[in-house]
């Protein structure tokens, strides 16, 4: 049977981990959908230099761990004399590799626009700029919704890496508690239901977007 005393005890550590967990979530996918909206615009414009640039990061970035950019940036860039604190460490972590995703889901999303509907922007007399700003972009964005929450999930989900510079998120919590008590089902066990409680509503509100942009004509 579960010690529910110790549930009690400890549960109050896990909802301010979880506090910092979302905090950390919250500004790096911010910042990700911001670096992922400019790469995709780089790539979609087909911007001389600036496109390669954004292709080699988002080769790099999609194929190294979390775990060795966070090494990099906590351990690796005191030798260069730049300190970051471990919480902007991960967010930087965490948009550096999310923007790569993002800029994925953006660019596959700009791809889906029919050529016809700039030419028609074009022919109304807009500029490239308001095409891609009023036209495209609008029409972009519902269709990348599902892979945009896919990825939101997907960083939240990598935020469990980030106990290993030293941050008392989830995964630091129980590993903690698991160290200290031998408590490991307890420990788990709120683990578990701490990242249910952070990503089943996402999970839903992604599924009822996905439905509604079905029903209204996109993605099919």
């Given amino acids: 049977m579960p010690d529910w005393g110790f549930i009690a005890s400890y549960a ?18 911010c910042f990700a959908l911001l670096l992922g909206a400019v790469c995709s615009f780089i790539q979609y414009a087909h911007i001389p230099g600036l496109r390669q640039i954004t292709a080699l990061y988002i080769e790099l970035s999609r194929n190294t761990p979390l775990l060795v950019q966070l090494f990099f940036l906590y351990f690796g860039l005191p030798k260069l004399g730049i300190r970051i604190s471990a919480e902007g460490c ?7 590799l999310g923007g790569s995703y993002m800029a994925e889901a953006f660019r596959s999303g700009l791809e889906a626009v029919e050529k016809s509907q700039r030419e028609a922007a074009q022919s109304l007399g807009f500029s490239p700029a308001q095409s891609l700003c009023y036209i495209v972009f609008p029409q972009a964005l519902a269709v990348s919704i599902p892979a945009l ?29 698991i160290g200290l008590y031998y408590k490991t089902d307890e420990a788990l066990g709120m683990l578990v239901a701490a990242y249910l409680i952070l990503l089943l509503p996402i999970s839903v509100l992604a599924a009822f977007l996905e439905r509604r942009l079905r029903h209204a004509g996109f993605g099919n």
């Avoid at 989900?157 to 998120?169: G, P, Q, R």
């Fill in 12 to 29: 109050p550590m896990y909802v301010q981990a979880a506090g910092l967990t979302a905090r950390i979530a919250f500004w790096g996918i």
């Fill in 90 to 96: 991960a967010i930087l972590g965490l948009t550096f």
């Fill in 149 to 177: 929450c896919a990825n939101v999930i997907f960083l939240i989900k990598e935020t469990s890496v980030v106990s290993a510079i030293a941050l008392a998120d989830l995964m630091y919590v129980a590993k903690d508690l």
